[in-house]
Structures are given as C-alpha cells and as structure tokens.
C-alpha cells in the first residue's frame, strides 16, 4: 500500500511480471551455497528476498512504468538473462532513483517504507537496498537483533570495516574458545553420537539406547558404518564395537514401545508414561543437573558415576570413521572432568547459565517441560552446558573490550560472535539426534511443533578445527573470493558489506523493538509511504517459543 499516492494505480496492479518473479523466488529458495540472511541466525518465515524487492518496487512505481525499464532496475531482468537470483544482483539505485524522481518528484530517500513484522529482515532488507527510507519494527527481541544485524550494522559501518574487524575478532574469539576448551575433547573427534542409559525394571542391567538401527552413515566414503553391540549376560555389561557389514539390531522391540532386556530376556515398556525407563531418564539426568547447578554439590565419585551411566558415549566421528568410545578410559575422564569443572566454576558462569524456568505457557517446549526438564539448562549435558556457558562469557568479555574501544561499533562485532554460538548450543542438546543419510547432527529447532527426543542424542565438538565454531563463523570462506558459503555467518557478512559499501545508506534504516498494533507510539502520522508486511500465520509454533 503506498499511503501517499493511493489514487495512482501501481504497477504491482498491472503488468507485474508475476510469472518471471516466482520462477526466480522458486529458485532462490533452492540454489545451495548463497550468503542467505537466515544463516547469521534461524528464523522461521523466510521468504525470497529477490521477491520482497520485485514487490515493493512494483507497488511504488506507476502501473505505466516501462516493464522493461522495471526488469532492470529491480534486477530481475539480469537474474532471468545471468541464471542467477535476484537477490544476489545489485539493484540498479541509479535507474530507481530516476523513475521515482520523474513519477513523484522526490528521491528514494524521501519514500519510507515499513514492515511493522519485519521478522528474519528479507522485505526491510531489499527496501533498504533500492535506496529507500526504511523503517523495520519487530515484536520479538530475537528478531530484533537479527534485524540489526542484518540491515543497520552493514549499512551503517560497512565503510568502517564492520566485516574485516569482525572477521578479526571472529579468530580471535576461536583461538581462545579452543584454548579455553581443549581440556574437555581429544583432538581429533569431530562428533559424538551419545546413548542414554537406562536400566532393565527386572535384572537392573544397563542398556544402552541408541535406537534400534545400527547404521551410522550411508555414504561409501565412511568406514566402520555400523554399529555393533553384544551383551554380557552373567557380568550384566555390554561391548560396543564398529564395523563395515550389518550386525544386525542392538535391541529386540517387542510391538511397538516395548523392548526386549538383552540380559534377562525379559520385554518391559519403553516409553510412553512417566514410569517407563526412557521417560525415567530425563528426571534422573535433570536431578543429578539440579544438584550441581542450583544446588551447588561438589561433583564427586557418585556424581561421576551418575553421569556416566545416564550418559554413555557411545560413538565418535573421527573424520570419514566411526569409533567406539564407551571403552576408552580418556572419554570417561573427559566427560567427568567437565562435570568437575562445571560444579566448581557454576557461580562464576551463573551469569551465563539460563537458570529461567521453561514457561507452562512454551507449548514447543512442553516435550521437555513434562519430562521433568524444567529449566532451560536442563537441556544440556554437563559438558555441553560448560562449553556454552564458556563460550558465553568470552562473548560478554569481547563484547566489553570492543564496545569500550569502538563504541556501537564494537557491541556490533560481538553480536555476529553471540550468533555463532546460539548456532553452536542448536546443534549441542539432548535433542539432537543423528542423520545417518546425511552423516550430520540434526539440530534442535527441526521440532516443528515440539521437541523431539530421540533414543541418542549427539554433542558437537566445540573445538574440532573447520568444523563446530569455525562451521558457523565460516572463516575460510568468508576470505576467498566468492560468496559461495556452507551456511556460517561471515559470508554473509562479507556479502551484506559489499553491497552497503560506499552506499552512503547508512541513515536512512530505522530498527524498532515494537508492537506492530502500537505503531503510533514509535512513528508520526503520516512518516510511512508503503507498508509491506508478511504477517505471522495461524497456529504454527509461536515464533517466541522456539526462538
């Protein structure tokens, strides 16, 4: 809706070239490897940008405008011509420029477009990039921040050397991150597959629970792709090995919930109500969490030993193979040194420690919640809730430094450093679960109404060089040439100053943390030419849940 001029038919009304925009929004949404604004952070309604810019150009200019001349300002027309999207052209702000001057009298700069649920940022974004006044206002205070970063940050301090200084800090911040964390992972590990450990009601044996299906990856390219285990009936113990043939089942299901004890023989339920095993497991692990970090216990043997039975690395990715770690005497110190650490380093990192209680109103978190993982920081292991809560505080601390040194400036650098690690602690739950089609740890927020747990669970090595912070800053690929990218956050960067440089766009963005219903408390009357808005959609997961 364009306020100031709504007797004037728009070419959005007219000849819009609908059919040429959905082929390339089409597109766009499936091309693998563009610096998208989704990956500095998740958001859940992303729609094409190139679409976004086409549209909000379509309903400023006149229905008479020349399509052609249209095409190629909004850079559809380079796009249909080149194979690309149109969100990786430049739009043409010299051609933009000269229709709204002949059509209205003004320049873009004195046009203000508004998206008052501007969410992950793609409508805002493009506005911004065609040279016009925008304004982006959003509810949510995650969207907030990915709003400035994405729009305000680049157009403000590209010039300044938002992304060289970021990329900086970005080495900067891993070599201390894995200083600071090397004690806790062997060097070579990449991934960990994890069992939950749970106990026969009958012989009280214990089981490792790691699904029902033995294979660890379908790729050739990976040795030791199955796992095996056999079960020492008379010790009540179990030996975890790895192979290149199928073994066959770790577990007997016996119907659908129930299992069969590979000790006593004897088949008891599963899971499904608060009294079976799996379900046992989450009240167990969130006790022995509770007494460390609200109860402040010192972590000693009966703690050590708690964790290792409820939690059993099981498995670990060590490049293109899979090993067995259950038996090796390191991982066991390893884990039980980080719960150590965890337990008398808890008031030192309580700052960083989400001590909140799960609300009752979170419906996407209410898997957890009736499980008996109350808090939110119960959704970690003990080393994965040291690691980011380490990983947390060098970010406060950098963020300190640069923003005493540099200003807004500095707090910006540091909140594409808090984006890498909120990348990180997605794929670091006990809601991660592996994909042996893709041989990848699958994050947390694929729940798309609740979280899912899963028989295993997975924990990312924060350490592991070109993998885990590396992977979500993605420093390689942010300093060559292209704008290729596997999903990190500096090729977007790189991406988003380069087309802010030397714009001199930098005042004309607005980012408001707003209610879309109270506009008149954050705008004057009569300040906004166009609203474009892709409003939240009936009951799909409330965006704040899972954000």
């Known amino acids: 809706m364009l306020a100031s001029s709504s007797e004037t038919q728009r070419l959005i009304e007219g000849n819009f070239p609908i059919g040429k925009v959905n082929i390339l929004s089409a597109k766009e949404a499936s091309i693998w490897g563009l610096p998208r604004i989704h990956n500095l952070h998740t958001w859940f309604a992303r729609r094409p940008a190139g679409a976004a810019r086409a549209l909000t150009l379509a309903t400023v200019l006149s229905a008479n405008t020349n399509i052609d001349v249209f095409e190629q300002a909004s850079g559809v027309a380079e796009a249909h011509r080149s194979g690309k999207v149109i969100y990786v052209t430049r739009p043409r702000r010299e051609i933009i420029t000269e229709l709204v001057h002949e ?120 040795k030791q792709k199955y796992v095996k285990v056999t079960y020492d009936r008379e010790a009540k113990t179990f030996h975890v090995e790895t192979t290149d043939s199928e073994a066959g089942k770790a577990l007997e299901k016996v119907g659908a919930r129930n299992i069969r004890c590979p000790y006593c023989s004897k088949s ?96 996407w978190a209410k898997t957890a919640r009736n499980k008996g993982l109350t808090r939110w920081y119960m959704l970690f292991n003990p080393r994965q809730l040291l690691a980011l809560a380490k990983l947390l505080k060098l970010v406060a601390e950098t963020a300190e430094k640069l923003a005493s040194k540099y200003g ?15 990348k990180i602690a997605d794929y670091n739950t006990l809601a991660t679960s592996w994909h042996p089609s893709r041989t990848i740890i699958g994050h947390t927020l694929r729940g798309e109404s609740t979280i899912d747990f899963r028989a295993e669970y997975c924990e990312m090595v924060v350490t592991s060089p070109g993998r885990s912070l590396e992977w979500a800053l993605e420093v390689s690929d942010a300093e060559s040439k292209g704008f290729r990218t596997a999903g990190g956050i500096l090729p977007v960067l790189r991406f988003l100053c380069s087309e802010f440089r030397g714009a001199g766009l930098g005042d004309r963005v607005s980012v408001y943390l707003g209610d879309a219903t109270r506009l008149s408390s954050l705008l004057e009357a009569g300040s906004v030419d166009l609203i474009n808005v892709d409003p939240p959609y009936f009951e799909q997961v409330i965006y704040s849940d899972k954000s």
């Open 103 to 222: 059509q209205l009298g003004k320049g873009p700069e004195s046009i203000a477009v508004l998206d008052p649920m501007a969410g992950g940022g793609s409508i805002p974004l493009e506005a911004l990039r065609m040279g016009f006044r925008t304004i982006a206002v959003e509810y949510n205070p995650v969207a907030y921040l990915i709003l400035k970063a994405t729009l305000e940050y680049p157009a403000k301090y590209a010039d300044a050397g938002l992304f060289e200084e970021t990329l900086k800090a970005a080495k900067q911040f891993i070599a201390k991150a894995r200083s600071d964390l090397a004690k806790y992972f062997p060097e070579n590990v990449d991934n960990y597959i994890f069992a939950r450990g749970v106990r026969c009601p009958f012989c009280k044996g214990l089981i490792p629970l790691q699904g029902v299906a033995p294979l660890l990856a379908k790729g050739r390219s990976f």
């Open 268 to 363: 008891f339920k599963l899971r499904g109500d608060p009294q079976t095993p799996f379900d046992a497991w989450f009240r167990e692990h969130a006790a022995l969490m509770r007494s460390i970090v609200e109860e402040f216990e010192h972590a000693g043997p009966e703690h050590e030993e708690r964790l290792l039975e409820l939690h059993i690395p099981f498995i670990k990715q060590v490049g293109n193979e899979f090993v067995p770690a259950w038996e090796d005497p390191r991982e066991k110190q390893l884990l039980a040194q980080a719960l150590k650490d965890l337990s008398s380093e808890v008031l030192d990192l309580q700052s960083y420690i989400s001590l909140d209680e799960i609300p009752q109103e979170n419906k």
């Open 408 to 422: 807004e400036f500095g707090a910006a650098i540091a909140l594409y450093l808090a984006f890498a690690v909120d």
